[in-house]
């Protein structure tokens, strides 16, 4: 059974830090490419970012690009998503998702001072 | 980007009615070389993170209840659901993945009289 089980969220300051993490389980997370998508409360879906599953390509949002890094830890089976220079506007629920069957439970994210 | 404009925003129907939801992205859809069209359905049901429905514009996932279908091609889909029950309350998004990034129309929040 697929498994995607996201972590990190949490209450942080307008400017700082954050570091998400995503732990997958039931397939060979090597072999995919892999997805982090977001929604603001009471609002729609965004997507934000993609890796290779070799991690040689990124995609990333343009609301995101710059200050948001995504990465991959084969070995660990773990996705990642590095927040910087985080804003009010970057609340929301965090997704990992192997797409376009499989999305976790999300972790939540809110910026505020 | 691709623009994904849904319709409507909300719709209310009682139990056994059939409901349409349309979906329009502001480039083809269509790949030339497969003949395929990039598009997702997903419900989201309160508290929870989103299930694929349908892709491919009209197949449905495994395990999805034969009165979700999907159609259309190039610019134009609908979601039908046909002889609708409590259990689809529900918000409704379309996605394109044809091309990056990767967008979402803004939903459809269906509700059960």
């Known amino acids: 059974e697929v498994q995607l089980v996201e972590s990190g969220g949490g209450l942080v300051k307008p400017g700082s830090s954050l570091k998400l993490s995503c732990v997958a389980s039931?397939?060979?997370?090597?072999?995919?490419?892999m997805h982090w998508i977001r929604q603001a409360p009471k609002k729609g879906l965004e997507w934000i970012a993609l890796i290779y599953y070799d991690s040689s390509n990124k995609y990333y949002a343009d609301s995101v690009k710059g200050r948001f890094t995504i990465s991959r830890d084969n070995s660990k089976n773990t996705l990642y998503l590095e927040m910087n220079s985080l804003r009010s506007e970057d609340t929301a629920m965090y997704y990992c998702a192997k797409f376009p069957s499989y999305w976790g439970q999300g972790t939540l994210v809110t910026v505020s001072s | 980007d691709i623009v994904m404009t849904q319709s409507p925003s909300s719709l209310a129907v009682s139990a056994g009615e059939t409901v349409t939801i349309n979906c329009k992205s502001s480039q083809s859809l269509l790949s030339s070389g497969n003949q395929k069209n990039y598009l997702a359905w997903y419900q989201q049901k309160p508290g929870q993170s989103p299930k694929l429905l349908i892709y491919l514009a009209s197949t449905r996932e495994s395990g999805v209840p034969d009165r979700f279908i999907g159609s259309g091609s190039g610019t134009d889909f609908t979601l039908t659901i046909s002889s609708v029950q409590a259990e689809d309350l529900a918000d409704y998004y379309c996605q394109q993945h044809y091309s990056y990034p990767l967008t979402f129309g803004s939903g459809t929040k269906l509700e059960i009289k």
């Open positions: 039931g397939f060979t997370f090597s072999s995919y490419g």
